[in-house]
């Protein structure tokens, strides 16, 4: 899909638009926190549009599922489509630029819509920072789009660096009883994931976040990502608490999905499982760890706190059905 008019161009990334996407991002996130999706890989560029003034880029976005809901889910959830959509500084508020990005990509989603179980509908959502509050307010004003969710962006950043000279980047050695656990729990690493493993994770997902499973699609792009690694606390043959993280950019380590099943809750199990991973991802050579949680979710910010995670922005969701 192409769109031309006298002013700019919008198209599908092209493998010669690096350079020229380079600059974009320099300009677009200098000096400020910013949600800033990178394009992927060559077959992900069908979902990606570039705006372009002559070999300018002005604006770039991409479209992405985001969770599919298995049969199994009940009826009012919700497949997840998410868009991300970026201007220069100096046209956040050129409206006309805004809706012709925003068009391409809500006609591409709907596209990929259709290849979706139509079991269940679907919302085309976006998330920003509290930051962007200029890029967000062109999508608020629309009526279709309403909150869903909100969540901070926490940070533990490593007050000692004697690990970074000797980092182990792609493997972890951690003596086995470093990290002790109450009585009747023992510890899983996980550096790949079968099919077996990854239908046991998802069902154990769907356990915790019924409405908002992570879902197939999903996980495997986490597991896919650079130094991904899954810890997990077994108690009676069975996964009581799960974490993973990844390397992102060889200096930070990004914890996703902590969950703890209700029945093993209050035992220590999150945090055992915190400490570990910033062990961890400290001896790999990262410099600060990232995390985020839901803004209502009290007893998740206590034990980030407690393991040193502090508040660096919040994120607000929005989701317009298809």
């Not at 999706?37 to 604006?59: H, K, L, Q, T």
């Not at 990929?112 to 890029?135: M, R, S, W």
């Amino acid at each position: 899909m192409q769109l031309t008019t006298s002013i700019y161009c919008i198209r599908h990334f092209r493998e010669s638009d690096f350079p020229a996407l380079s600059a974009f991002h320099n300009q677009a996130v200098e000096g400020r926190r910013m949600i800033f999706w990178w394009v992927g890989e060559p077959e992900n560029w069908s979902n990606v549009y570039c705006a372009f003034e002559g070999d300018r880029m002005i604006a770039k976005g991409q479209v992405d599922v985001f969770s599919i809901m298995p049969p199994t889910a009940a009826p009012s959830n919700k497949h997840r489509i998410f868009f991300n959509l970026k201007t220069l500084p100096e046209r956040e508020n050129d409206t006309e630029l805004l809706g012709a990005m925003y068009e391409t990509l809500r006609t591409r989603a709907l596209e990929i819509q259709t290849a979706l179980p139509n079991t269940h509908g679907t919302l085309l959502c976006f998330g920003n920072y509290v930051e962007e509050a200029v890029n967000t307010s062109y999508f608020t004003a629309r009526p279709e789009f309403l909150r869903q969710k909100q969540q901070y962006r926490m940070c533990h950043t490593f007050t000692d660096r004697s690990a970074l000279d000797s980092a182990q980047t792609t493997e972890v050695n951690v003596p086995t009883d470093a990290f002790a656990l109450p009585e009747g729990y023992a510890w899983r690493e996980f550096d790949a994931m079968s099919r077996e493993l990854a239908d046991q994770y998802l069902a154990l997902d769907m356990e915790i976040w019924p409405e908002t499973p992570i879902g197939a699609e999903r996980l495997a792009d986490i597991v896919s990502r650079d130094g991904w690694r899954m810890l997990q606390i077994y108690a009676d043959g069975e996964p009581a608490a799960s974490l993973m993280y990844w390397i992102s950019d060889g200096k930070a380590g990004e914890i996703e999905e902590v969950l703890t099943r209700k029945v093993h809750r209050r035992c220590g199990l999150a945090s055992a499982l915190l400490t570990r991973a910033l062990y961890e991802i400290h001896s790999r050579g990262c410099i600060d760890a990232e995390l985020d949680v839901e803004v209502r979710n009290e007893d998740a910010l206590k034990v980030y706190r407690a393991a040193g995670f502090e508040i660096v922005t919040e994120e607000h969701r929005y989701g317009a059905e298809l």
